[in-house]
């Protein structure tokens, strides 16, 4: 019994271990046939949604742009990253390639394949901005004492950012990188949907005094800007400052009719500068537009700007309170022959402003304008001349006089070469005698073209 | 007093929103567009075009007058591909018009159905000219694209005026199928010309090359948007002797003077060929466009002998 009992307990004993060993020997096995299968497996799959990505792409392309680009078989396009690979990272040492557009060969174009760069990772940089850099290089030769520039300067950087915020709404930002540092140029919302035909504007912004306080220096005709526009406007920087505009058009049966009334801080360069929180300035502006011909139109404009000036000592009455009144008056003619666009015209243009400024020494009145004419002569020629005279703004007894003309080539339509022969002959005696150059050049996206 | 009451009320009505149920106002950023709206609009729409037939639609001005125009648009049809980014985008936003901002209902991109040759594949750069990073935007000029244009322009419509839904579907069909007998025509009188080489002064003709079989070895551009320069004239007119071109094709907003000089060193029939409806007198609607282009083509084709 006791035997039977041990043979029964080392059977048993034996067979568990027998058992247990048996299975200790199958179960690695088993487990790497089932982790192989299973790889196996999930390569299948990868291969498939690869396979299946890769298909839909092209209908997608299909989808898009009408034209299908088959890809060879086997090979995967570009476009999509072999499977399990990151999106955006290509193998190493692997250049992806592209096929030059049909029709760029034979034109000069490039040949062969072209680098493809961040392909895969496009699809998140849908929503970006359009991004631009202007550059604009200046240089200066000849005599002036009373406001010499730099011989050689790289001017302004400017870099815009532009796009729709929602459906209601666009932002553009405007930076220049200057030689002295970093400017918020402009800085804006427009809201281009609101009830009653209000075009708004929100942001830090060119204020609408006149035609040439508005542009940006890339789009001036000249590689300076007008005396008057120094004398009474604020110069380069201008009248721009943090605030809010709305413009209406007016309807009525004649004409192209817009009115804009703009509220800023009041701080503009030397033109405005608030010492209270109430010192706000207000621009005005009527713009009356009408076509003459098909080819023919003329633009008028009338402005009016006020704020406080710098004239104010304290925050009080006391010292007084000394505001500037400034009026303008602007007429812009431009023949542009529709079949031949591309290859002439002529804009015509000119401001008269005047200014009235309270200072300790009492009212100062000072007027001044600019007339200018500028023709293109071919696709890449324009030439052109300006006539300067103006009183200075705080003495409009001292009167600049001058004029300037200029010769523009534009290799294309992203660089332009500008020289500009520039006379002043300053109130106090100085006369400035300046052959001006200039280089601009865009990249990135392409931006509208002013008018 | 009661007369300026009177005023003021005429004044509101005057500049509410228009009924409902009114034409609609459509304003088309080219001839052609506007044309293939009018096929599709009939007597229910208005149509306006900003940009002139025989006028370069990649440097419009942006005239304050066109604003006035946009401002009363409900639909608004755009070439689309980039073609009028050089101009159209300041328009919209000085519109003051929410039906047709990008994305709105009233706004109509008629590049989406069409087929669009030249998309670049690869990385772009200036340095190839002004290429449109979309495809060439002149797709218009194939009577294919016409249909899906029109299909385009159709389904817009039919979204904003349901109640005339069947007036512009059936106006589409008869459209459709107009175009297609004409096609057919157009096609026959081609088909003996089939693989001509031809050179074109700016790339407005690859949609209509391939409809057509016409084979563009050239561009006297040497390249897009930039005007001729001497070394590529000569080749091109190397190459033109090479492969015996004999047609020069030119919208009529390019100068003719270096078309002119090639056509003189070659022997090549210098062919002024509207690209757009409106591009001369004679081309004012959308098949005048084909009529006109392919019987200039062959014409000049007898007359040069080239084969």
């Known amino acids: 019994m006791r035997v039977t009992r041990f043979v029964c307990a080392a059977t048993t004993a034996a067979m568990l271990l027998g058992g247990s060993s048996a299975s200790a020997q199958e179960t690695p096995q088993a487990l790497r046939q089932e982790i192989d299968q299973l790889r196996r497996d999930f390569e299948a799959l990868k291969q498939q949604y690869g396979d299946r990505l890769t298909a839909l792409e092209v209908k997608l392309a299909a989808a898009e742009g009408g034209q299908v680009t088959q890809p060879a078989p086997g090979a995967p396009p570009t476009a999509a990253p072999p499977a399990g690979q990151p999106p955006g990272q290509q193998p190493p040492g692997q250049q992806p390639t592209a096929q030059v557009p049909p029709g760029a060969e034979g034109a000069g174009g490039p040949t062969g394949a072209l680098p493809v760069y961040g392909a895969a990772a496009g699809g998140s940089k849908v929503f970006n901005p359009d991004i631009a850099v202007i550059g604009d290089f200046l240089g200066a030769s000849g005599h002036n004492t009373v406001n010499p520039q730099p011989s050689l300067e790289m001017h302004e950087s400017e870099a815009s950012f532009q796009a729709v915020v929602d459906p209601y709404a666009r932002a553009d930002f405007f930076i220049s990188f200057g030689e002295s540092g970093v400017d918020l140029e402009e800085g804006y919302l427009t809201l281009t949907s609101l009830p009653g035909g209000l075009l708004t504007k929100v942001g830090k912004m060119r204020s609408a005094f006149g035609k040439v306080n508005t542009l940006h220096n890339h789009v001036l005709p000249w590689t300076d800007r007008p005396v008057v526009i120094n004398n009474l406007v604020g110069g380069e920087d201008g009248i721009s400052d943090a605030g809010i505009s709305v413009a209406r058009l007016i309807p009525n049966p004649w004409l192209f009719l817009e009115a804009t009334g703009q509220i800023f801080r009041g701080d503009s360069s030397d033109v405005f500068k608030a010492n209270r929180r109430d010192e706000v300035s207000y621009v005005g502006h009527v713009r009356g537009y009408q076509d003459i011909t098909e080819s023919t139109n003329i633009d008028l404009g009338f402005s009016y700007a006020r704020g406080h000036n710098d004239a104010e000592l304290g925050h009080d009455d006391f010292f007084g309170v000394f505001t500037t009144n400034l009026y303008g008056v602007d007429a812009t003619l431009r023949w542009r022959p529709l079949q031949r666009s591309i290859y002439h015209s002529f804009v015509g243009r000119g401001e008269w402003i005047v200014s009235r400024r309270d200072q300790l020494s009492g009212l100062q009145r000072a007027n001044g304008f600019y007339v200018s004419g500028d023709y293109q002569f071919g696709r890449r020629w324009f030439t052109g001349v300006r006539i300067d005279r103006s009183g200075r703004a705080t003495d409009g007894s001292l009167i600049d006089t001058g004029g300037a003309a200029t010769l523009t080539y534009w290799p294309s339509e992203f660089s332009q070469v500008r020289g500009e022969y520039r006379r002043i002959n300053y109130a106090l005696g100085e006369t400035a005698n300046e052959l001006l150059f200039q280089f601009q050049f865009s990249i990135g996206a392409h931006g509208a073209h002013p008018f | ?307």
């Open chain 2, 1 to 307: 007093m009661k007369h300026a009451f009177i005023l003021v009320i005429a004044l509101l009505a005057a500049t509410g929103p228009a009924a409902a149920q009114g034409k609609l106002n459509v304003v088309a950023t080219t001839e052609d567009l506007a044309a293939i709206a009018r096929e599709i609009g009939g007597d229910r729409i208005t149509v306006e075009s900003i940009a002139r037939g025989y006028q370069d639609p990649h440097f419009v001005e942006a005239k304050p007058s066109f604003i006035l125009k946009l401002q009363k648009a409900d639909v608004l049809v755009v070439v689309g591909r980039e073609l009028e980014i050089g101009w159209l985008p300041p328009l919209i936003t000085q519109s003051r018009n929410s039906k047709i901002q990008p994305g709105a209902d009233g706004y109509v991109d008629a590049s989406l159905q069409a087929s669009i040759l030249e998309i670049p594949t690869g990385q772009i750069t200036r340095a190839m000219g002004d290429v449109h990073p979309l495809g060439n935007p002149h797709y218009w000029l194939d009577p294919e694209n016409g249909k899906r244009i029109g299909k385009e322009i159709a389904d817009k419509f039919s979204a904003l005026r349901p109640n005339d839904r069947a007036t512009f579907e059936q106006r589409l069909a008869d459209f459709s199928s107009r175009l297609d007998a004409a096609e057919k025509k157009w096609l026959a009188q081609m088909a003996p010309y089939k693989g001509l080489k031809v050179v074109t002064y700016h790339r407005s003709f690859p949609n209509f090359a391939e409809r057509f079989g016409l084979d563009i070895i050239g561009y006297v551009e040497p390249r897009p948007g930039i005007p001729p320069t001497p070394q590529h004239t000569l080749d091109l007119i190397n190459e033109m002797k090479r492969q015996n071109v004999k047609i020069v094709m030119v919208e009529p907003y390019f100068d003719l003077k270096t078309p002119n000089s090639i056509g003189r060193e070659t022997g090549a029939q210098v062919l002024v060929m509207p690209p757009s409806v409106g591009g001369t007198k004679d081309v004012t609607d959308y098949f005048k466009l084909f009529d006109y282009d392919i019987n200039l083509l062959i014409e000049a084709i007898k007359k040069s002998g080239a084969k």
